[in-house]
């Protein structure tokens, strides 16, 4: 069993860049593949970054590439999502997710309750 709660989101303006974190629980979290989703007003929960167990692989949807980066501290538990010039078409409740199954799809059986990213133009 895996608890995830993130935290970081807020109010930011068009070009700027928040950290989002996900502090997880269990001892066998450094063997899951985690990732991020998020969903806007009126819309579908959409894939936004994924990184296997092991760190070696990492998968972003194309509207994030080269701006956000996924990464993990197995350390400590936690996953981050690094988001570089925030446009407001990425204003979204994230939601982090942890899973034995690396993929971009929403099958990940672990989610948080998510934290509100707001950017305005």
């Known amino acids: 069993q895996v608890q995830l709660v993130e935290s970081g989101g807020g109010l930011v303006q068009a070009g700027g860049s928040l950290r989002l974190s996900c502090a997880a629980s269990g001892r066998t979290f450094s063997s899951y593949a985690v990732g991020w989703f998020r969903q806007a007003p009126g819309k579908e929960r959409e894939f936004v970054a994924a990184?296997?167990?092991?760190?070696?692989?990492?998968r972003y949807a194309d509207s994030v590439k080269g701006r956000f980066t996924i990464s993990r501290d197995n350390a400590k538990n936690t996953i981050y999502l690094q988001m570089n010039n925030l446009k407001p078409e990425d204003t979204a409740v994230y939601f982090c997710?942890?899973?034995?199954?690396?993929?971009?799809?929403?099958?990940?059986?672990?989610w948080g309750q998510g934290t509100q990213v707001t950017v305005s133009s």
């Open positions: 990184m296997r167990f092991n760190g070696a692989s990492t």
């Open positions: 997710v942890a899973g034995l199954v690396f993929t971009t799809t929403s099958g990940y059986p672990y």
